[in-house]
C-alpha cells in the first residue's frame, strides 16, 4: 500500500506559477511510477505528466509541454510539479497518483492522492 497526500495548490493569476508537491509513504515511493491527473468539473481526469521510477524520464501532456516541470526525490519520497505561466484552462483538481506501469491512463493508476484544487484567475 502506499498513501499519497497532495499540497501546494491555491488561487493564482494568469501568468504565475504553483509548486505541487506529492509525499508518498507506506511501501517505497520509488518502486513506482508517478503521475499528475487533473480533472476539471463536468471533464474526465486527464494525464497531464508522469515520471518513470529513477527520473530519469518523463512524459508530458502537449497542453503543458515547456511550462509544467515534474521531478522526484526518492530520498523524501515526494514527487513535485512546477507549474509556470498558468492558463484559465489548467483550472483543477490535480491529483497525484502510483502505478507500476508507465502509462498515460488512469486505470493503470493503482493509488491516489485525495487532490489538490488549482485555480487561475483571469
Known amino acids: 500500500q502506499v498513501q499519497l497526500v497532495e499540497s501546494g495548490g491555491g488561487l493564482v493569476q494568469v501568468g504565475g506559477s504553483l509548486r505541487l508537491s506529492c509525499a508518498a509513504s507506506?511501501?517505497?515511493?520509488?518502486?513506482?511510477?508517478m503521475g499528475w491527473f487533473r480533472q476539471a468539473p463536468g471533464e474526465e481526469r486527464e494525464f497531464v505528466v508522469g515520471?518513470?521510477?529513477?527520473?530519469?524520464?518523463?512524459s508530458y501532456a502537449d497542453s503543458v509541454k515547456g511550462r509544467f516541470t515534474i521531478s522526484r526525490d526518492n530520498a523524501k519520497n515526494t514527487v513535485y510539479l512546477q507549474m509556470n505561466n498558468l492558463k484559465p484552462e489548467d483550472t483543477a483538481v490535480y491529483y497525484c497518483a502510483a502505478s507500476t506501469d508507465a502509462s498515460t491512463r488512469p486505470r493503470s493508476y493503482n493509488y491516489w492522492g485525495q487532490g489538490t484544487q488549482v485555480t487561475v484567475s483571469s
Open positions: 515520471i518513470n521510477q529513477s527520473g530519469g524520464y518523463t
Open positions: 507506506g511501501r517505497t515511493g520509488s518502486d513506482y511510477v
